[in-house]
């Protein structure tokens, strides 16, 4: 089942194309990378995927509903996305627990078992809920804002380089912890990274996008044994 899917997406910003035509189809379940060099245009398909901005033309659907499509659109708390910015995502002023349960209902915050399944899901320790973000690792922080952002149990969760912020050390173990907490939700999840390795080792599917088009979309060894053409070739062989 498809679960999302763009077609003929266009996104200028003044006269600059940005997205000159960008079509996507993304599996409900497992995880679609983005891969791409710095500047391809990754963060505005993702935007434009959550509802903060919307195309030029095209159109976007989620589970066969439309949500973009002749300058109509959907807004973003009703996509029924989650959205992992790179970094700062966290509110400073806010524990660990109230940043987590920020989208949910008052009656569902008051529950507190969502919370502790949260934790649970993205591996805290349920002692760090009292804590506020500068306490907190990075690679913790991160964990927090992908429990943020699953709590609400949304359709589509779109992470915009979530591990590139971390330091080498704690990088591993983040994208385990976020990998396995994106397989036990069942979540469809959009990641977008400029790291080759990182997408093929990650995902089931990979985007494989330059200036603004997207060149191929395949599994990790469908694009390493084939590769659409020489630049596909190079970019993804930059891995190894
Ligand atoms: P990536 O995430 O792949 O690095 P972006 O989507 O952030 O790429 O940006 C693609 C291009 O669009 C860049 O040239 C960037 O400067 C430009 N751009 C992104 N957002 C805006 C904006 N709000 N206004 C003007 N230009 C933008
Ligand atoms: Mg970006």
Redesign the pocket.
Known sequence: MTELTMSGVVKS??R?P?LRGVDLRVPAGGITAIL?P????????LRLIAGFADPDSGTITFGGRTAFADGRSIPPQRRRVGYVPQEGALFPHRTVAENITFGLTRHARRAGHRLTELLDLVGLDHELASRYPHELSGGQQQRVALARALAPAPAVVLLDEPFSALDAGLREGTRRAVLSALRAAGATAVL?THDQAEALSLADEVAVMRAGRLVQLAAPATLYRLPRDADVARFVGEAV
């Open positions: 910003f003044g600059t940005v791409g710095s500047g391809c245009g990754k963060s505005t398909l977008v």
